[in-house]
Protein backbone atom coordinates (compact mmCIF):
# COMPACT_ATOMS: atom_id res chain seq x y z
CA UNK A 1 0.00 0.00 0.00
CA UNK A 2 1.44 3.66 -0.93
CA UNK A 3 -0.24 6.80 -0.49
CA UNK A 4 -0.65 8.41 -3.85
CA UNK A 5 -1.71 12.32 -4.38
CA UNK A 6 -2.96 11.94 -0.68
CA UNK A 7 -4.90 8.81 -0.92
CA UNK A 8 -4.48 5.37 -0.25
CA UNK A 9 -3.96 2.75 -2.61
CA UNK A 10 -3.12 -0.48 -3.19
CA UNK A 11 -3.28 -0.47 -6.88
CA UNK A 12 -0.68 -3.11 -8.58
CA UNK A 13 -0.58 -0.41 -11.63
CA UNK A 14 1.68 2.33 -9.50
CA UNK A 15 4.65 0.98 -9.77
CA UNK A 16 6.66 4.43 -10.17
CA UNK A 17 7.32 4.40 -6.09
CA UNK A 18 9.35 1.63 -7.06
CA UNK A 19 11.11 2.55 -10.44
CA UNK A 20 14.85 3.97 -9.89
CA UNK A 21 14.53 5.80 -12.72
CA UNK A 22 12.17 7.71 -10.71
CA UNK A 23 13.92 7.19 -7.31
CA UNK A 24 17.11 8.39 -7.97
CA UNK A 25 17.39 9.20 -11.95
CA UNK A 26 18.97 6.06 -12.41
CA UNK A 27 18.49 6.01 -16.37
CA UNK A 28 19.64 7.03 -19.59
CA UNK A 29 18.18 7.52 -23.08
CA UNK A 30 18.47 8.38 -26.57
CA UNK A 31 15.52 10.78 -28.28
CA UNK A 32 15.31 8.88 -32.13
CA UNK A 33 14.13 11.52 -35.23
CA UNK A 34 12.11 9.17 -37.41
CA UNK A 35 12.21 9.86 -41.11
CA UNK A 36 10.29 7.79 -44.21
CA UNK A 37 10.32 4.28 -41.94
CA UNK A 38 13.81 4.95 -40.67
CA UNK A 39 15.75 5.76 -37.66
CA UNK A 40 18.04 8.45 -38.29
CA UNK A 41 21.78 7.92 -37.14
CA UNK A 42 20.49 4.55 -35.56
CA UNK A 43 24.32 3.66 -35.20
CA UNK A 44 25.81 6.33 -33.45
CA UNK A 45 22.37 6.05 -30.98
CA UNK A 46 22.91 2.66 -30.43
CA UNK A 47 26.74 2.95 -29.54
CA UNK A 48 26.27 5.88 -27.58
CA UNK A 49 23.71 4.22 -25.70
CA UNK A 50 26.06 0.94 -25.08
CA UNK A 51 28.85 3.29 -24.16
CA UNK A 52 26.07 4.84 -21.40
CA UNK A 53 24.82 1.80 -20.11
CA UNK A 54 28.56 0.35 -19.26
CA UNK A 55 29.89 3.46 -17.55
CA UNK A 56 26.71 2.94 -15.53
CA UNK A 57 27.41 -0.34 -14.55
CA UNK A 58 23.82 -1.68 -16.37
CA UNK A 59 23.60 -4.99 -17.78
CA UNK A 60 22.89 -4.45 -21.48
CA UNK A 61 20.36 -7.41 -22.42
CA UNK A 62 22.10 -10.27 -25.13
CA UNK A 63 19.32 -9.57 -27.46
CA UNK A 64 19.30 -5.76 -27.65
CA UNK A 65 21.15 -5.48 -31.12
CA UNK A 66 21.15 -2.51 -32.72
CA UNK A 67 18.49 -4.60 -35.16
CA UNK A 68 16.49 -4.90 -32.65
CA UNK A 69 16.40 -1.55 -30.99
CA UNK A 70 15.64 0.18 -34.87
CA UNK A 71 12.95 -3.06 -35.01
CA UNK A 72 10.94 -2.30 -31.41
CA UNK A 73 10.82 1.76 -32.36
CA UNK A 74 9.44 0.96 -35.56
CA UNK A 75 6.90 -1.17 -34.24
CA UNK A 76 5.78 1.23 -32.36
CA UNK A 77 6.03 4.12 -34.75
CA UNK A 78 4.37 1.95 -37.48
CA UNK A 79 1.58 1.08 -35.10
CA UNK A 80 0.78 4.47 -34.46
CA UNK A 81 0.90 5.38 -38.18
CA UNK A 82 3.31 8.18 -37.80
CA UNK A 83 6.45 6.70 -38.96
CA UNK A 84 6.79 9.15 -41.89
CA UNK A 85 7.88 11.59 -39.47
CA UNK A 86 8.22 11.55 -35.34
CA UNK A 87 10.25 11.63 -32.20
CA UNK A 88 10.20 8.01 -30.30
CA UNK A 89 12.34 8.04 -26.79
CA UNK A 90 14.09 4.37 -25.82
CA UNK A 91 14.45 4.77 -21.98
CA UNK A 92 16.58 1.81 -20.11
CA UNK A 93 16.45 2.08 -15.75
CA UNK A 94 17.81 -0.41 -13.81
CA UNK A 95 15.49 -2.92 -12.26
CA UNK A 96 13.98 -2.38 -8.56
CA UNK A 97 15.60 -2.76 -5.77
CA UNK A 98 18.53 -1.32 -3.29
CA UNK A 99 18.52 2.51 -2.62
CA UNK A 100 21.92 3.74 -4.14
CA UNK A 101 22.87 0.95 -4.04
CA UNK A 102 21.32 -1.69 -6.87
CA UNK A 103 20.35 -5.02 -5.69
CA UNK A 104 20.30 -5.84 -9.50
CA UNK A 105 22.16 -4.79 -12.22
CA UNK A 106 19.75 -5.76 -15.09
CA UNK A 107 17.93 -3.46 -17.08
CA UNK A 108 13.89 -2.76 -18.64
CA UNK A 109 13.62 -0.43 -21.04
CA UNK A 110 10.49 1.84 -22.67
CA UNK A 111 9.50 3.08 -25.76
CA UNK A 112 7.15 6.27 -26.38
CA UNK A 113 6.79 8.36 -29.83
CA UNK A 114 4.87 10.87 -31.25
CA UNK A 115 4.42 13.02 -34.51
CA UNK A 116 6.48 15.34 -35.34
CA UNK A 117 5.19 17.89 -38.09
CA UNK A 118 8.21 18.52 -40.43
CA UNK A 119 9.68 15.67 -42.07
CA UNK A 120 12.92 17.86 -42.95
CA UNK A 121 15.12 19.78 -41.18
CA UNK A 122 14.36 24.03 -40.91
CA UNK A 123 14.91 26.51 -39.42
CA UNK A 124 12.52 27.87 -36.68
CA UNK A 125 10.79 30.83 -37.81
CA UNK A 126 11.36 34.17 -35.76
CA UNK A 127 13.94 35.86 -33.03
CA UNK A 128 15.43 33.11 -31.46
CA UNK A 129 17.10 34.55 -28.41
CA UNK A 130 19.54 33.27 -25.93
CA UNK A 131 21.45 34.17 -22.77
CA UNK A 132 23.72 32.44 -19.92
CA UNK A 133 21.94 30.33 -17.12
CA UNK A 134 24.59 31.29 -14.40
CA UNK A 135 22.14 29.78 -11.61
CA UNK A 136 23.58 26.17 -11.55
CA UNK A 137 26.74 24.67 -13.76
CA UNK A 138 27.59 21.79 -15.67
CA UNK A 139 30.68 19.32 -14.08
CA UNK A 140 33.43 19.00 -16.03
CA UNK A 141 33.35 15.28 -16.27
CA UNK A 142 32.24 11.95 -17.86
CA UNK A 143 28.95 11.73 -16.52
CA UNK A 144 27.57 15.16 -17.45
CA UNK A 145 28.39 14.11 -21.31
CA UNK A 146 26.25 11.01 -20.52
CA UNK A 147 22.33 11.09 -21.69
CA UNK A 148 20.89 10.27 -18.84
CA UNK A 149 17.79 11.39 -16.60
CA UNK A 150 19.48 13.81 -14.29
CA UNK A 151 18.63 16.89 -15.99
CA UNK A 152 18.01 18.85 -12.87
CA UNK A 153 19.79 21.70 -14.40
CA UNK A 154 18.36 21.43 -17.45
CA UNK A 155 14.85 21.57 -15.97
CA UNK A 156 15.76 24.69 -14.08
CA UNK A 157 17.58 26.44 -16.56
CA UNK A 158 14.46 26.25 -18.79
CA UNK A 159 12.26 27.31 -16.23
CA UNK A 160 14.48 30.46 -16.49
CA UNK A 161 14.47 30.75 -19.79
CA UNK A 162 10.30 30.86 -19.97
CA UNK A 163 10.56 33.10 -17.10
CA UNK A 164 12.47 35.35 -19.15
CA UNK A 165 11.14 35.67 -22.27
CA UNK A 166 14.07 33.37 -23.77
CA UNK A 167 14.19 30.87 -26.45
CA UNK A 168 17.11 29.11 -24.73
CA UNK A 169 20.05 29.45 -22.43
CA UNK A 170 23.99 28.34 -22.78
CA UNK A 171 25.43 26.63 -19.59
CA UNK A 172 28.64 27.22 -18.13
CA UNK A 173 30.62 24.08 -16.39
CA UNK A 174 32.56 24.89 -13.61
CA UNK A 175 35.52 26.60 -15.03
CA UNK A 176 32.72 28.81 -16.51
CA UNK A 177 33.50 28.26 -20.01
CA UNK A 178 29.79 28.05 -22.43
CA UNK A 179 29.05 23.79 -22.80
CA UNK A 180 26.33 23.54 -24.62
CA UNK A 181 22.43 24.69 -24.49
CA UNK A 182 19.92 23.81 -22.64
CA UNK A 183 18.61 21.41 -25.46
CA UNK A 184 21.79 20.74 -27.72
CA UNK A 185 25.64 21.43 -28.64
CA UNK A 186 26.84 24.99 -29.19
CA UNK A 187 28.73 26.21 -32.39
CA UNK A 188 30.44 29.28 -32.91
CA UNK A 189 31.41 30.81 -36.18
CA UNK A 190 33.92 33.73 -36.36
CA UNK A 191 35.45 34.15 -40.05
CA UNK A 192 35.84 30.99 -41.62
CA UNK A 193 36.33 28.86 -38.10
CA UNK A 194 33.52 27.39 -36.77
CA UNK A 195 34.07 26.42 -32.84
CA UNK A 196 32.28 23.95 -30.27
CA UNK A 197 33.39 22.67 -27.12
CA UNK A 198 35.17 19.46 -26.47
CA UNK A 199 33.29 16.85 -25.21
CA UNK A 200 35.88 16.79 -22.73
CA UNK A 201 34.73 20.52 -20.98
CA UNK A 202 31.33 18.37 -19.84
CA UNK A 203 28.90 18.96 -23.12
CA UNK A 204 26.89 15.93 -24.06
CA UNK A 205 28.53 14.10 -26.62
CA UNK A 206 25.78 15.35 -29.16
CA UNK A 207 24.43 13.00 -32.28
CA UNK A 208 23.72 16.03 -34.65
CA UNK A 209 27.17 17.38 -32.85
CA UNK A 210 28.90 14.56 -34.80
CA UNK A 211 27.05 14.84 -38.21
CA UNK A 212 27.48 18.46 -38.11
CA UNK A 213 31.32 18.11 -37.31
CA UNK A 214 32.12 15.65 -39.91
CA UNK A 215 29.59 17.81 -42.42
CA UNK A 216 31.81 20.97 -41.79
CA UNK A 217 35.34 19.33 -41.93
CA UNK A 218 34.10 18.78 -45.85
CA UNK A 219 33.40 22.15 -46.48
CA UNK A 220 36.03 24.31 -48.58
CA UNK A 221 37.53 27.08 -46.52
CA UNK A 222 35.97 26.41 -43.02
CA UNK A 223 38.22 25.53 -40.41
CA UNK A 224 36.59 23.48 -37.34
CA UNK A 225 38.21 23.81 -34.08
CA UNK A 226 36.58 21.59 -30.85
CA UNK A 227 38.33 23.93 -27.88
CA UNK A 228 36.87 25.62 -24.73
CA UNK A 229 34.34 28.79 -25.05
CA UNK A 230 34.59 31.65 -23.27
CA UNK A 231 31.46 33.99 -22.70
CA UNK A 232 33.50 36.52 -23.60
CA UNK A 233 33.90 35.17 -27.16
CA UNK A 234 30.13 34.72 -27.92
CA UNK A 235 29.32 39.06 -28.77
CA UNK A 236 32.42 38.92 -31.68
CA UNK A 237 30.93 36.19 -32.75
CA UNK A 238 29.36 36.13 -36.47
CA UNK A 239 26.99 33.08 -35.85
CA UNK A 240 25.62 31.24 -33.08
CA UNK A 241 23.88 28.04 -33.65
CA UNK A 242 22.30 25.16 -31.55
CA UNK A 243 22.30 21.34 -32.45
CA UNK A 244 20.27 18.42 -31.97
CA UNK A 245 18.93 15.13 -33.54
CA UNK A 246 15.16 16.47 -33.68
CA UNK A 247 16.23 20.34 -34.24
CA UNK A 248 18.88 19.55 -36.16
CA UNK A 249 20.40 23.02 -36.77
CA UNK A 250 18.73 26.09 -34.94
CA UNK A 251 20.54 29.01 -35.44
CA UNK A 252 20.53 31.94 -32.73
CA UNK A 253 19.48 35.35 -33.83
CA UNK A 254 20.05 37.21 -30.14
CA UNK A 255 22.36 37.12 -27.13
CA UNK A 256 21.97 40.27 -25.11
CA UNK A 257 22.72 43.21 -27.61
CA UNK A 258 24.30 41.22 -30.51
CA UNK A 259 22.41 39.96 -33.61
CA UNK A 260 23.93 37.38 -35.45
CA UNK A 261 23.63 35.95 -38.90
CA UNK A 262 22.86 32.43 -40.11
CA UNK A 263 24.70 31.99 -43.62
CA UNK A 264 27.21 28.79 -42.09
CA UNK A 265 24.02 27.32 -40.29
CA UNK A 266 22.00 27.66 -43.50
CA UNK A 267 24.96 26.26 -46.01
CA UNK A 268 25.42 23.44 -43.30
CA UNK A 269 21.68 22.68 -42.97
CA UNK A 270 21.12 22.06 -46.40
CA UNK A 271 23.81 19.59 -46.71
CA UNK A 272 22.26 17.85 -43.69
CA UNK A 273 19.18 17.51 -45.54
CA UNK A 274 20.67 16.15 -48.72
CA UNK A 275 22.76 13.64 -47.35
CA UNK A 276 19.88 12.52 -45.64
CA UNK A 277 17.52 12.36 -48.53
CA UNK A 278 19.91 10.35 -50.94
CA UNK A 279 20.22 7.71 -47.67
CA UNK A 280 24.20 8.86 -47.01
CA UNK A 281 23.75 8.87 -43.26
CA UNK A 282 27.19 9.98 -41.58
Known amino acids: MISYNGNLTQNTDISIHQN ?11 TFKILDGRVLFAEDHYFRLMASMRILRMEIPMHFTMEYMEKKVLELTNALNISSSARA ?3 FFRKQGGYYLPTDNNTDFIITADLLPDNIYSFEAGEYEIDLFKDFYVTKQLLSTLKSTNKAVQITGSIYAEENGLNNCLLLNDEKNVTEALNGNLFMVS ?3 LVTPPVSDGCLNGIMRKQVLALARKTEGLEVEERSVSPFELQKADELFITNVIKGIQPVTRYRKKEYANATASALLKKLNAQIRLGGLI
Open 191 to 193: GNK
Open 20 to 30: RAFLYGDAVFE
Open 89 to 91: RLT
